[in-house]
């Protein structure tokens, strides 16, 4: 059964949310003790919150045993994992080497002076966060900025007003194809080469990329946005958010070996060839958001 599973791209559902302990020994419940089930365990935890709360990570010592300086190490080793609450919009501005030379400073300065806060904090009425990041794996592309999910590349100080009342508004409300937000890359097999783009079938408004993935049961396509920064994606059959999954490629059959490890959350990356040079690579975790563009 076709599933269509956008990923949304805000992940920051509830600031303030109550911790019910009900709620989190739910989530207990459906995950295994063991260190790969902790890290499913606090993702599910912070999408349901929108960070990880301190009562939440009490229970979840309490109930598993393990110390809670444990589940400290855990949870502040991954970049993916909050302790703050965060604003409803949350804004990452990258002020790596390469987006520093070409201006991030002055956006980042731009941003801190519209929202009238500092870069790690978030406005009063708790709307936006902002935050700084040392690369956000497109470096040729900067100054890169980061606004619910969608990434806005070369972007320009007199840009920066306009940004946050889209954000404001809701991206989802403007035309993805007329702006830079966002940009299609077309990439193949590193094996055998061939491209995995689908013209059968588009997300997004392009025609997407399909690929073969497979977990210990169940082997199907997953169908993604061939546009970097959208989360937007469609699988055969339910992957369930934590689960990590193998990519195979539907021509040669190959199983797309890891090259690295998502620094957000530990699974495989998964390398792939972007047509006109460079590589794109994608965790393998669904659900984590961490990919990296290295054009050459
Ligand atoms: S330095 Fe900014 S994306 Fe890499």
Avoid at 207 to 231: E, F, M
Avoid at 250 to 278: K, R, Y
Wanted: glycine share 8%; with cysteine; proline share 4%.
């Amino acid at each position: 059964m076709e599933q269509n599973a956008a990923i949304s791209s805000k992940d920051n559902i509830c600031a303030e949310g109550k911790v019910e302990s009900k709620d989190i020994l739910r989530i207990l419940e459906s995950h295994n003790k063991d260190r790969g089930g902790l890290i499913s365990i606090l993702e599910e935890i912070q999408s349901e919150y929108g960070y990880l709360p301190e009562e939440a990570l009490r229970i979840v010592s309490e109930r598993t045993g393990r110390s809670l300086v444990d589940i400290y190490g855990v949870a502040t080793f991954y970049r993916f994992f909050s302790l703050q609450a965060k604003g409803k919009h949350l804004i990452c501005a990258c002020l790596g080497t390469a987006c520093h030379v070409r201006g991030a400073p002055r956006i980042v300065a731009e941003l801190e002076q519209q929202l009238t806060i500092k870069a790690g904090q978030t406005t009063p009425d708790k709307e936006f966060t902002l935050e700084t990041v040392n690369c956000l794996g497109a470096c040729a592309l900067g100054p890169v900025v980061v606004i619910d999910g969608h990434y806005f590349s070369k972007v320009r100080k007199s840009k920066v007003k306009q940004l946050l009342e889209q954000a404001g508004e809701g991206f989802d409300k403007f035309d993805i194809g007329k702006d830079e937000r966002i940009f299609p890359i077309e990439v193949s097999c590193p094996h055998c080469n061939h491209s995995f783009k689908d013209k059968t079938f588009a997300i997004d408004g392009y025609p997407c990329l399909k690929i073969n993935v497979a977990t210990d049961h169940q082997q199907g396509w997953i169908r993604l946005s061939c546009l970097y920064g959208s989360y937007s994606v469609s699988t055969e059959f339910e992957i369930p958010e934590g689960m990590v999954v193998n990519f195979i490629c539907p021509h040669c059959n190959s199983e797309i070996h890891s090259t690295s490890d998502c620094s957000q959350c530990g699974a495989p990356m998964i390398p792939m060839l972007v047509d006109g040079g460079g590589i794109v690579s994608i965790c393998t975790r669904r659900g984590c958001k961490n990919h990296m563009l290295d054009l050459v």
